[in-house]
């Protein structure tokens, strides 16, 4: 007998799809305070602030997630800070919301959505009439009750999805001669944002090549001394254990991937909490690179 034919409700899914990557609930609710958390910050300049009648508290500090939610790499450093809560925000005039949203926009802070990319999702009224009537920021309320719908779309937005499952079971048995962990990490998000104590595992994309050859705590390893100790300079995209290093024009070191053989590669395209370790193509990796960076291929030894 099944859980509605006995009356009683069905069991919720134990995982939600995401990116292709299975994520479970445990996950899923630390993400949904990470992107609509009870007291959120926003960024003003001091005539902005004084202006708006707010009052900046720019001695509070944000989680590692948080600095990734709302970007804070954009935002200039001489920005004040003014904390709200739901209540507090909510309690401000319109004209107030919609101005404090506009600043948002304008500084480059992220965590802040339009109104006609989510209004077929979630209340479009209540949308509307957050702030401007074209922009809104998250809050537990708006995330909390669609956490299954929001998160998927909020996570996968601009991102490919994994590709795991469709590497030849060939491929993977000869990569793990060189990678052996490549395969558990394929298809796994971290447990938080690079930096942050609750993960001090693969949390960017170095640590996730390095951890990939069996490394253990990779996120110590510094990145350049590890590449210069196993590796040799040049490689191939057909075989397992290329590492794909990108580079600046300075020579610094923007990002890395390595190959698992036939063409794929195993990557994580970023350090915030929401970026995943995924397999992809070559090919993909390569085209999604940022212009301006340059290409360079070393190999395990």
């Known amino acids: 007998m099944t859980d509605t034919e006995s009356g009683e409700a069905p069991a919720p899914h134990r995982t939600v799809q995401v990116l292709g990557i299975d994520v479970n609930r445990t996950l899923l609710r630390r993400w949904a305070g990470w992107l609509a958390p009870a007291c959120q910050p926003f960024f003003l300049t001091a005539a902005e602030a004084a202006e708006l009648g707010l009052t900046p508290d720019s001695a509070r500090e944000l989680s590692t997630e948080l600095r990734d939610t709302y970007e804070l790499w954009n935002l200039d450093a001489g920005l004040d800070r003014v904390w709200l809560d739901e209540e507090a925000f909510h309690a401000l005039p319109r004209p107030v919301r919609a101005e404090l ?20 999702l979630l209340d479009a009224r209540a949308l509307r009439e957050q702030a401007d009537g074209q922009h809104f920021v998250w809050w537990p309320t708006l995330v909390e009750p669609h956490v299954d719908a929001v998160l998927p779309r909020f996570v996968g937005k601009d991102q490919l999805p994994c590709k795991r499952r469709s590497v030849p079971e060939e491929i993977w048995r000869t990569a793990a001669a060189v990678l052996p962990d490549a395969r558990a990490l394929s298809g796994t998000f971290a447990g938080g944002s690079r930096g942050s104590a609750l993960d001090t595992g693969a949390t960017n994309c170095f640590a996730t090549v390095i951890a990939a050859t069996g490394v253990r705590n990779a996120a110590e390893e510094p990145f350049e001394a590890w590449l210069a100790a196993r ?71």
């Not at 600043?103 to 077929?120: I, K, P």
């Open 101 to 120: 949203v506009r600043a948002q926009v304008r500084h480059g802070r992220g965590g802040v959505a339009t109104v006609g990319e989510w209004a077929n």
């Open 231 to 301: 590796c040799t300079a040049g490689g191939s995209d057909d075989l397992p254990g290329t590492v794909l290093v990108w580079r600046n024009a300075g020579g610094t070191s923007t990002h890395a991937a390595v190959t698992l053989g036939g063409g794929w590669a195993l990557h994580k395209p970023g350090q915030e909490w929401h970026s995943p370790r995924q397999v992809l193509t070559v090919a993909d990796i390569v085209r999604l690179a940022p212009p301006g960076l340059t290409l360079h291929r070393h190999s395990l030894r």
